[in-house]
């Protein structure tokens, strides 16, 4: 089993800045393909960044590319999503997932994921 723990999240005004991070942990962790999704009060969950399981290829939600950076610290087990720029549409609930997989790519959808972090608030003020 494997469990995620996503921090980091607050409040913060528009144009402003916030790292969030994912701590992975469990014993059949692997450094599973992982990725970032947002969910905003009366909308459906999106999409928000992916990162394979090496760190080396990412990718992007249009709303995202060119403020936000994914990495992650395979030594450490977590994984960041660095939001700059904030907007107030980005005021959403951030979840981080985990995919039980050996490839080395990177998933979009959210039933692709086995695996789901309890979500951060994140709230940009206009």
């Known amino acids: 089993q494997v469990q995620l723990v996503e921090s980091g999240g607050g409040l913060v005004q528009a144009g402003g800045s916030l790292r969030l991070s994912c701590a992975a942990s469990?014993?059949?962790?692997?450094?599973?393909?992982m990725g970032w999704f947002r969910q905003a009060p009366g909308k459906e969950r999106e999409f928000v960044a992916g990162i394979n399981r090496s760190g080396i290829s990412t990718y992007y939600a249009d709303s995202a590319k060119g403020r936000f950076t994914i990495s992650r610290d395979n030594a450490q087990n977590t994984m960041y999503l660095q939001m700059n720029s904030l907007k107030p549409e980005d005021t959403a609930v951030y979840y981080c997932a985990a995919r039980e997989s050996t490839t080395y790519a990177i998933y979009t959808y959210g039933e692709s994921y086995n695996y789901w972090g309890q979500g951060t608030q994140v709230t940009v003020s206009s």
């Open positions: 469990g014993r059949t962790y692997r450094n599973y393909p």
